[in-house]
């Protein structure tokens, strides 16, 4: 007698309680934005003729690094850190996307200089990750400015 009251009381809490969950599993799935940044870029080949470029990151009007330098110094298989270029950063919201520039200056006047590529991060991709969650996303820029040159970037993307 008191099994059936158990299997009973079983059945009518997993039948209020699965509704409710499932109720809940897309809200919380979908993030409203995003953190999107610099995880890493490798130099295959550089684009000048010395052997290094000057590079930066143009994101959201905004070059970095931009406080405590003009460029970072990136030379054939080279490797750059988001501390190298001051951390590069943007937020943005499930609809809407974030360009990052790579572009190779000179000097004296150290502005933007010629573009090398573009990496965007797409808020539909911001969508798809549950809160915390991250992803990488990874592009591989090549063409020729005075010479043939090869990046890879990679941007990490953090749903808040």
Known sequence: MHSRK???ALALAGGLVAPVALAAT????MAGSCRVELYDIDAGNVADRDG???VRFLVGGNLF?????NYFGMNAGGDGDPGDFEDPTSIILNTQDVVFG?????GPAWGQGDSLGTV????STCAGLAP???TIIAE???GTEQTAYSYVVRLEMTAL
């Open 6 to 8: 158990v299997i009973a």
């Open 26 to 29: 897309p809200a919380a799935a």
């Open 52 to 54: 290094r470029d000057e």
């Open 65 to 69: 690094p931009r406080l405590n330098a």
């Open 102 to 106: 790579l572009r190779e200056t000179d």
């Open 120 to 123: 965007t991060a797409s808020g």
């Open 132 to 134: 915390g969650a991250s």
């Open 140 to 142: 591989t820029l090549t």
